[in-house]
């Protein structure tokens, strides 16, 4: 019997991959119809065999794409169509918007293959991605996540990357990143005059300067890094000082996992984190003795550690570079610079040299941190990998701005049942901090279509948190004590009711 079908769903299904895998799957399934991004998920349309239709259903349902998550799956019957052939439509938007953006991605094994394959037409390209890697949350203004609307929207594809672009059987179909030499971004090495310096090779001319003992700075996906030889103990405490950083460690990035063994221990859950395509900051005990300067994490047993996430760092680190330090592109206590002439600004009396390219960064995010700790896994800072993705309360809720603390601060948007956490923003102790709080803020609710009717604060009345919170008008304005909120955050995260005892140490 042939019958048609529409399948609405709702969850992480945008930016992934998720259309071509439909897209092969209705062709295998021999189904006719369509599928679309639309602002509140992916839609398809299938008509043909009613088994046939079944075994499409459940394979959608039971998908092993690595990002995807289907939060809500809707089906309801058409009328016959007639349709010939299976095809992805242009995306719509609709006046609702809710579909989870994915996080960033790091780089994925096809593309390092690529990158490191002389034959290849992107061979060491700094910007190689695909549909399973690569720059989201931090190139996007808004959904559906469709080039127009990233930072990728100046860079128009070559007629090579356009017919990737646009073959459904390809890994780039619909990649918004895709790009090559020819018409993607470009990285350029400057001095501290922010004129671009005479190199055919700009990454390896900036390794060679990193191996002097220079300090640079990287752009890179959410922001700035400050880079440097790990172990060069001189240049480690130059840009501790300069950066006015006394003890707080410094976090490494190291080429692979053995390269990680020479200076620290990893467990295999630790690895198993280490190479996770969010690649966090993992914290890990030293192996004693080890080459790293100690100036890296002085008076600490551990080291915070992380593999390289873009095919930049890669290239940085794979002429023989144990580990580079690579810390946050800022002086303390300010955001992570994401503009280059913001970095050449507030970063030129740190660093030396500056290796920057010409794709914007939309929204900053700081490397995330994770610890494992009594066989659970435990997000010390929540940021590039795994924002925005969010939350999964066990009620629905009303739409509430959360503003947050003054020290590590983040924010968050509830919106039904879906609770979405910001990237780490940092202390908003400045006017630069503010700013990077007030932009998020914006950011969230135009792309998760929120209009909080309730915003919560901290009850503390300095913090600029705070302060925000009380300006905002025509909404229900709700203090909540700092150590109440952890506990309560704690509760909601793992779906617990009723009266608990709850202890926060935080100061």
Known sequence: MIRRCKIAIRGTVQGI???????????????????????????????????????????VRSNRIPLARIEDMRLSALEIRKDQGFVIRESVSKAEKLTSIPPDIGICEDCLKELQDPADRRYRYPFINCTNCGPRYTIIEDIPYDRPSTSMRSFRMCSDCTREYTDPFNRRFHAQPNACPVCGPRVMLCGKDRKALPAEDPIASAVDLIEKGHILAV???????????????????????????????????????????????????????????????????????????????????????????????????????????????NASREPICIDNDDAFERLGGIADFFLVHNRDIYLRADDSIVRRIDLGNRMIRHARGYAPSPVYLKADFPQILACGPETANTVCLTKGKHAFISQHIGDLTNLESLRSFEQTISHLKRIFDIEPALVAYDLHPDYLSTRYALKVE??????????????????????????????????
Request: hydrophobic letters at 40%; a neutral charge; proline letters at 6%.
């Open 17 to 59: 991959g998720f259309r071509p895998f439909v897209y092969k799957l209705a062709h295998e399934k021999k189904l006719n119809g369509y599928v679309l991004n639309t602002s509140t998920g992916v839609d398809i349309e299938v008509e043909g065999e009613s088994p046939q239709i079944d075994l499409f259903i459940e394979a």
């Open 219 to 329: 752009k890179g996906l959410g922001g700035f890094h400050l880079a440097a030889d790990a172990e060069n103990s001189l240049a480690v405490k130059r840009l501790r000082e300069r950066k006015h950083r006394e003890e707080k460690p410094l976090a490494l990035m190291a080429y692979d996992m053995d390269s990680i063994r020479r200076f620290a221990h990893a467990s295999p859950e630790e690895e198993a984190l280490l190479t996770f395509p969010s690649r966090p900051i993992v914290i890990l005990r030293k192996l004693v003795p080890n080459r790293i300067s100690p100036e890296v994490s002085p008076r600490n047993r551990n080291f915070g550690v992380m593999l390289p996430y873009t095919p930049l760092h890669y290239l940085l680190l794979e002429g023989g570079l144990t580990a580079l330090v690579m810390t946050s592109g």
């Open 474 to 507: 025509n909404v229900k304005k709700i203090g909540i004590q700092h150590h109440h909120a952890h506990i309560a955050s704690c509760m909601a995260e793992h779906g617990i009711e009723g009266p608990v005892i709850g202890l926060a140490f935080d100061g």
